[in-house]
Structures are given as structure tokens and as C-alpha cells.
């Protein structure tokens, strides 16, 4: 059940109290969070040529998606509404699945100075591939995992990916497993959208960041991905926890691909291989039930990487330990 006055639901808390922090949780929470986006982030996100959004599609799948286009296209005519003017890439799997009444958690990252921050909230308009969101919570996160790269106009691509090639399956195939392996960073969307949430019902987008391979290929159709330490609030392990259903989305930085997956997620709280993987406070396993590739459809291609300072405190997959 949600709890009246809290902003997060009965998975966040419990988790919440499972690592000892919600009380401390809930009185930063009730600063932190808020229904309307301060002036530095509706400024924030106007800046920026990209943003991502989670969303659940019509089956009750969520999907992680970027979308691209000339800065302004985030617009805040308020700070209780969030407009999107278009910048869904075509063979987006969300393409075309939007609907009034949605929950869409939303994500403004720049990699450039390590700055996100985070809006989530609910269609109110969808209009010639624009959406109106009004604004239910809105909070800053902080710089931990972000690995800084610079981005630079891809020749030759359109900025809506016109043209793009859309490779779809049910497991992944030889480049998908490669680009995971050596990825340092993803995003997940997760969602909790039953009644008994109350306020905190919705959708969420993250951030996940760790060492080139930190999210290791069990197999073509699982992946095992540690959890290090965060922000403490546990959105989407609170998400997961009650709804095991997520999409993942892996980027490559070079070639300008965009991995979908849809997942079925389950929490590792304990055990050797999280005792193994430096940094790791527990893991997440990942099923997959869709894979979406977007091949070269991002208009954008990026400077090699520098990483994170958290990173130096987190290790690698052992090669000895299996699943």
C-alpha cells in the first residue's frame, strides 16, 4: 500500500527499511522531491539535443528509449508541465504506443558535465509526436557512475534515424552480446502501476554505470548486472520488487545503435557472486522476453569515455565464477 504524504510505495520502503535508511530517507525525501521542476532543471533540460523516457507499452511491457533532436525540443511552459516536441527515433519500439493517461518516468543526462535530473509524471496531450506531461515528481541525482564523454553531429544521419535499420528477435544475437560486454553504461525503466500504490504509482528511468563489462551475458537470453551503492531511494529495485517487468536500453557510443531489451528482472540480494564483485551491494538478473536493435539511427556519435571517480571502488566479473 502507499503510504499517505510519502512519495514512494510499498516496495521502496521496504527496501528501503531492509538496508536500514528510511527513516533518513523520508525526511530528505520530503525536500528532495517535488511536484514541479525547479527553474535549473526546466533551464537543464531545455539544453539538451537528448533525453530518455521509460513508458509501458500496451501489453504492460516498460520500454527504455532516448529521444534526439535540436536542443529546445524539452520545453517547460511551466513548472508543472514538461512538452516534448517530437525526437522518437524511427523503430522505436514506444513509437506509436503512447496514450493519454500513460505514466512516463523522464531523464535529462548530460555526460558532458556528469548532470541529470529527473521528472516523472503522466500524459496529458499527445499531439503530432509531441507530448505534454504534467509533472508529479521532480528531483535532482547526483553525478555517481556517469562517465564523461562528449557528443559530436553524426554525418549522414537524419535527426529523426530516417532510414534506420530495425532488427528485432526474442534473444540476442552475436553483436548484441558484444556491445553489452563491453558497454559501461546502461538505463532501465521499471514501472508499479497498481492501485494500492496511491501517489507513488508510475514509471521510472535510470541510470546504471560501472567498469567496460560490468553487466555480464549469462547467455542469449539473461544478463547479470551488479547493484552498487546509491542514492538509497531504490526506485527501481522498488519497482522490481512488485513488478518484475523492465526494459533496458544499451547505447553504442560509436556506431550510433540503440539495444532495446525487454526484460523479466529478479533481485540476487546475497550470495558469493555479489561477495565477489567489488562494490556490489546485490545483483539484478535479467530474462529476456524482446530484443530491439536500432542500427545506426542516432544522429549523434560520442569521444571515448572517461570514467567515473566511483568507479575506481568497483570491480569485474570474476572469470571463475560461473552463474
Known amino acids: 500500500m502507499g503510504v499517505p504524504g510519502s512519495p514512494f510505495h510499498a516496495g521502496e520502503l521496504a527496501i528501503q527499511q531492509r538496508v536500514g535508511m528510511r527513516e533518513r530517507i523520508a525526511s530528505v525525501s520530503a525536500i528532495a522531491i ?19 523516457i521509460g513508458a509501458v507499452d500496451g501489453a504492460g511491457q516498460p520500454w527504455a528509449t532516448m529521444l534526439a533532436a535540436e536542443p529546445g525540443f524539452i520545453g517547460t511552459p511551466d513548472a508543472r508541465t514538461l512538452d516534448i516536441a517530437g525526437g522518437m527515433l524511427a523503430g522505436d519500439p514506444l513509437r506509436g504506443r503512447l496514450r493519454v493517461g500513460d505514466h512516463v518516468g523522464g531523464l535529462g543526462l548530460a555526460p558532458a558535465t556528469r548532470r541529470r535530473n529527473r521528472v516523472n509524471g503522466v500524459i496529458t496531450a499527445i499531439d503530432d509526436g509531441g507530448l ?20 559530436s553531429a553524426a554525418p549522414n544521419v537524419g535527426a529523426a534515424g530516417a532510414g534506420a535499420q530495425v532488427l528485432r528477435g526474442a534473444a540476442l544475437g552475436d553483436e548484441d552480446r558484444s556491445l553489452i560486454a563491453r558497454s559501461d553504461t546502461f538505463f532501465i ?5 497498481d492501485a494500492d500504490a496511491g501517489d507513488a504509482r508510475g514509471v521510472d528511468v535510470s541510470h546504471r554505470g560501472g567498469r567496460p563489462g560490468f553487466v555480464r551475458v549469462d547467455d542469449e537470453r539473461t544478463l547479470t548486472s551488479p547493484e552498487f551503492r546509491g542514492n538509497f531511494v531504490f526506485n527501481t529495485t522498488g519497482n522490481l520488487l512488485r ?10 557510443f560509436e556506431r550510433g545503435d540503440l539495444l532495446h531489451l525487454a526484460v523479466e528482472a529478479e533481485i540476487i540480494w546475497d550470495g558469493p557472486q555479489v561477495e565477489a564483485f567489488a562494490g556490489a ?22 569521444s571515448e569515455p572517461q570514467p567515473a571517480a566511483q568507479i575506481a571502488r568497483t570491480g569485474s566479473w570474476p572469470e571463475v565464477l560461473g552463474g
Open 189 to 193: 525503466a521499471s514501472a508499479y502501476l
Open 34 to 52: 517535488r511536484d514541479h521542476m525547479p527553474d535549473q532543471h526546466r533551464q537543464f533540460f531545455a539544453e539538451l539535443p537528448f533525453f530518455f
Open 281 to 302: 551491494e546485490r545483483l539484478l538478473r535479467f530474462h529476456i522476453r524482446e530484443v530491439v536493435r536500432n542500427v545506426g539511427a542516432l544522429p549523434f556519435r560520442w
Open 243 to 252: 513488478q518484475a517487468r523492465a526494459g533496458l536500453l544499451f547505447i553504442d
Open 132 to 151: 505534454r506531461i504534467a509533472v508529479a515528481q521532480s528531483f535532482g541525482n547526483c553525478p555517481q557512475y556517469i562517465q564523461h564523454r562528449q557528443h
